[in-house]
């Protein structure tokens, strides 16, 4: 309460878009909260979601002191206060109560519902071992085993406290593999396929270095892993890919950043030392790259708003924004093929496996088992595959922030100064550089799934929003942190509530009303409940930056520049681009063999969570 140095203000004026009008603006230690003169309605702004703020000189027509707020769910507000000292203490206020020092500040750790939801097993939706168990680890016929290595999280600090490991592989040997491998994040599992058998793995890069190091413990375990099923792949498909499975080493670098880190130490396999596999570099671009196509593509939208014009899309395109999200599609559609047509296992790394990596191993599984795509199942996917495998949710998200978001127009005497003057000016800060948008490229790419894939799909795009939403809002403590351990060591899960709670209490206003739960059955897909996603087909998700699809969208700009975009083509003038799902035969990289292949589907009439390992 220190930090307050103002509490209320009357007669403020507020502005978004067309919206004109007057209220009092009220600070409270965890939001700022806006209410109108006619009492109708408030308007709630948590210090977290909170992007940039800026200060400016007092207007010269109404005399008011304007105070802009952009937040990172892509709203802008406008308010205009009558008195000096009052735009300063607003301004000071807001600063001190967003800048905090630490997460245990954040407004999670102080909300409490204005009733109680009606689910509250959110802290227990993703159980490791029935998870995993789901898909037959644990059985004596597994190949696969649970380790307790990592239970006090000495071994990885960064891991969950239960890892999956080939059945063969000693506690002894993962010890000393972990010394191979970057932050210790060895080689450990993330599916198994419930058809083959074949397995996605995820790790961090190898420290190979200038002297190309390697580890014989390393080879061994990846070893175990690729040799955890041994399918026989239908004679049609031999002439594609061989006569046995090759295994995938996936790099999702680019070629050249993965060479470069030899440098420091790390680097890629020397496929030398690898038996039975190759390895593939998706060229999937790093954090830093990724934040400035967004700032980019924010600020040609920010800028027509502020001109009152119209969004010109090769304007967007320049921010090389659906070119990112086509490669993780790309990528990920490879893995998928991998692992679903040629029972091949996959080992997926970039440079310490909790960015990139996470976005493929999600976006692949998700396609792969259709349990994912329910509203549980999706819940189960992200606490598995991005809370427990510990994403930098904290430094991502910038959760913790800093003064220098700050921009005090009135004390600089730069009263005119522009947005992108302000965009650049707060993304070229040293202290951002940790800050960039992998969860929300994630939820791009399943948005892109829902889009091509209407049916199949148990949530909506609203679910999707408001992830998107509460992933920066620090009301519940499911994205809190850095990893599992971090959250233990602030007790999340007994002082805050999970997100999930909120969603499940209020299912009904996510769920989507196209879904078919039999469509998995049908003789006609071809492909056992697999999406194969269509990296041509994507759209910019005008939904989560409060446009329509339209202003975004616009297929009929007359000077659409060639490149990338020009590759783009759209199915149908619909919002959902794609009707039917493809079937196998239609992945042109499959050669002719592939046509001949017929795939038994599964049946899933007892099962009504669409669980395809719980009838094989």
Same mark, same amino acid.
């Given at each position: 309460m220190d930090f307050l140095k103002i509490t209320k203000v009357e007669n403020v004026t507020f502005e978004k878009g067309q919206i004109k009008t007057i209220g009092t603006l009220h600070l409270t230690t965890h939001q700022i909260i806006f209410r109108h003169a006619d009492r109708k309605g408030e308007l709630w702004i948590p210090y977290p979601i909170i992007h940039t703020v800026e200060r400016r000189l007092c207007t010269t027509d109404s005399k008011l002191w304007p105070l802009t707020i952009r937040c990172r769910d892509f709203k802008t507000y406008s308010f205009f206060i009558q008195l000096e000292q009052d735009s300063t203490d607003v301004f000071d206020t807001i600063q001190k109560l967003t800048c905090i020092e630490s997460i245990s500040q954040v407004y999670a750790f102080d909300y409490k519902p204005?009733?109680?939801?009606?689910?509250?097993?959110?802290?227990? %939706?993703y159980n490791v071992f029935q998870e995993y168990g789901r898909m037959g680890v644990g059985i004596p016929t597994s190949s696969w085993r649970f380790s307790s290595v990592n239970q006090d999280y000495t071994f990885c600090e960064t891991y969950p406290h239960t890892l999956v490991v080939p059945a063969k592989i000693s506690d002894n040997v993962l010890n000393h593999a972990s010394k191979f491998r970057s932050k210790n994040r060895i080689p450990v599992l993330s599916y198994l396929h419930w058809q083959n058998k074949a397995s996605i793995t995820?790790?961090?890069?190898? *420290?190979v270095g200038l002297k190309k190091n390697r580890s014989i413990q390393d080879e061994k375990l990846i070893e175990a892993i690729f040799q955890s099923n041994d399918p026989t792949l239908p004679p049609g498909l031999q002439s594609v890919f061989g006569s046995t499975q090759t295994n995938l080493i996936v790099d999702a670098r680019p070629t050249a950043n993965a060479i470069a880190n030899a440098a420091i130490g790390a680097g890629t396999e020397n496929m030398e030392n690898y038996k039975n596999c190759d390895r593939k570099f998706m060229g999937i671009d790093n954090i830093h790259v990724m934040r400035e196509s967004l700032a980019k593509l924010v600020e040609v939208m920010q800028t027509a708003d502020a001109q009152c014009l119209p969004i010109k899309k090769q304007n967007l395109d320049r921010s090389n924004w659906l070119k990112h999200i086509a490669s993780l599609l790309e990528s990920?559609?490879?893995? %998928?093929?991998?692992?679903?047509? !040629?029972?091949?296992?996959?080992?997926?790394?970039?440079?310490?496996?909790w960015d990139r990596t996470a976005q493929l191993t999600s976006i692949s599984i998700l396609c792969l088992d259709p349990y994912y795509r329910t509203f549980r199942g999706f819940q189960v996917l992200v606490e598995k595959e991005w809370v427990s495998f510990g994403h930098k949710f904290t430094e991502r998200s910038g959760h913790l922030s800093d003064e220098k978001y700050f921009i005090n127009?009135?004390? &600089?005497? !730069? !009263?005119?100064?522009? @947005?992108? &003057? =302000?965009?650049?000016?707060?993304?070229?800060q040293p202290h951002v550089r940790e800050i960039s948008p992998v969860f929300q490229q994630f939820l791009d790419c399943v948005f892109q799934l829902l889009t091509q894939f209407p049916t199949r799909f148990e949530f909506n795009e609203k679910f999707l929003i408001e992830l998107h939403y509460h992933c920066y809002s620090c009301q519940f403590g499911t994205f809190l942190c850095n990893s599992e351990k971090e959250r233990m060591d602030y007790n999340v899960t007994a002082e805050t509530y999970s =997100?999930?709670?909120?969603?499940?209490?209020?299912?009904?206003?996510?769920?989507?009303?196209?879904?078919?739960?039999?469509?998995?059955?049908?003789?006609? *897909?071809?492909?056992n409940g697999v999406l194969l996603p269509d990296e041509k087909n994507i759209k910019y998700w005008a939904g989560?930056?409060?446009?329509?699809?339209?202003?975004?969208?616009?297929?009929?700009?007359?000077?659409?520049?060639?490149? @990338?975009t020009a590759r783009i083509r759209w199915k149908s003038d619909s919002p959902i681009s794609r009707t039917n799902s493809p079937g196998i035969s239609d992945a042109d990289t499959l050669k002719e063999g592939l046509q001949t292949i017929s795939f038994k589907p599964v049946n899933y009439d007892d099962n009504p969570d669409i669980d395809p390992w719980k009838n094989k």
């Open positions: 204005e009733k109680e939801f009606s689910s509250s097993d959110g802290w227990s %939706i995820r790790s961090s890069q190898p *420290m990920s559609l490879i893995i %998928i093929k991998n692992v679903h047509i !040629a029972s091949s296992h996959v080992l997926i790394h970039c440079s310490d496996g127009s009135v004390n &600089t005497n !730069a !009263a005119n100064t522009a @947005f992108n &003057t =302000v965009q650049s000016k707060f993304y070229n =997100v999930w709670d909120y969603f499940n209490s209020n299912k009904s206003e996510f769920l989507n009303p196209l879904f078919d739960g039999g469509a998995e059955d049908k003789e006609d *897909m071809g492909n989560l930056f409060n446009k329509k699809d339209e202003e975004l969208n616009n297929n009929n700009n007359n000077d659409e520049t060639e490149g @990338f």
